[in-house]
Structures are given as C-alpha cells and as structure tokens.
C-alpha cells in the first residue's frame, strides 16, 4: 500500500521560509515523478512543482520557481519544497503527490498559512 505523509507546514509571517517533506511507503526508484500541489480556498488545486525519476524538474508558476525549490532525498524515500520568501498568496493546503506505475497517490495534505 502506498502512503504519503507530508510535514512541515504552519504558520509564517510574510518573507519567511518553511520546508515541506513528504514521506513515500516505497521505494522512491519505483516512482516516475513527485511532486507538490496546492489549492486555496475557493481556488483549483494547482501544481507547485514536479521532479521527475531522472532528476528534471519543472515549476507551476514563474513567481514559485524563483522563491521555491524541490528536492527528492534517495535514501530518505522524502521529496521536499524549500519554500523561501513566502507571500501571503501562498497560503493553501499543500498536497504531496506521487505518479507510480500509472497511478496517482496523494498525501492528506498540510496547511500552510503566510500572514503577519
């Protein structure tokens, strides 16, 4: 069974930075790609950022790639967001996600909330 488990997330004032980890059952070789999702409220769930198997990487948005970084960590079976200067706008739940073997897993979520 497959299980993501996401930490990391909470409250920061505008400018600030948090590190998210997501945690995968399996084996992080058996994975195509991880990645990061978030969704507002009354927004669309939206994808933050993506790495793939062979190490490549792609941002959502232009205004993310410049402030966030992701990273997959081999023996920690982990994918991370470094999220750095963190705006208001950037408050949502953010979904860890994980394409295997033609199937879509998502973690439960995390809140994570930018307001001074």
């Known amino acids: 069974q497959v299980q993501l488990v996401e930490s990391g997330g909470g409250l920061v004032q505008p400018g600030g930075s948090l590190r998210l980890s997501c945690a995968v059952s399996?084996?992080?070789?058996?994975?195509?790609?991880m990645g990061w999702y978030r969704q507002a409220p009354g927004k669309e769930r939206e994808m933050v950022a993506r790495?793939?198997?062979?190490?490549?990487?792609?941002y959502g948005d232009s205004s993310v790639k410049d402030r966030f970084t992701i990273s997959r960590d081999n023996a920690k079976n982990t994918v991370n967001l470094q999220m750095n200067s963190l705006k208001p706008e950037d408050t949502a739940i953010y979904y860890c996600?994980?394409?295997?073997?033609?199937?879509?897993?998502w973690g439960q979520g995390t809140q994570v909330t930018v307001s001074s």
């Open positions: 399996v084996s992080i070789f058996s994975i195509y790609s």
């Open positions: 790495i793939t198997i062979g190490g490549s990487t792609n």
């Open positions: 996600n994980i394409v295997r073997s033609g199937y879509i897993y």
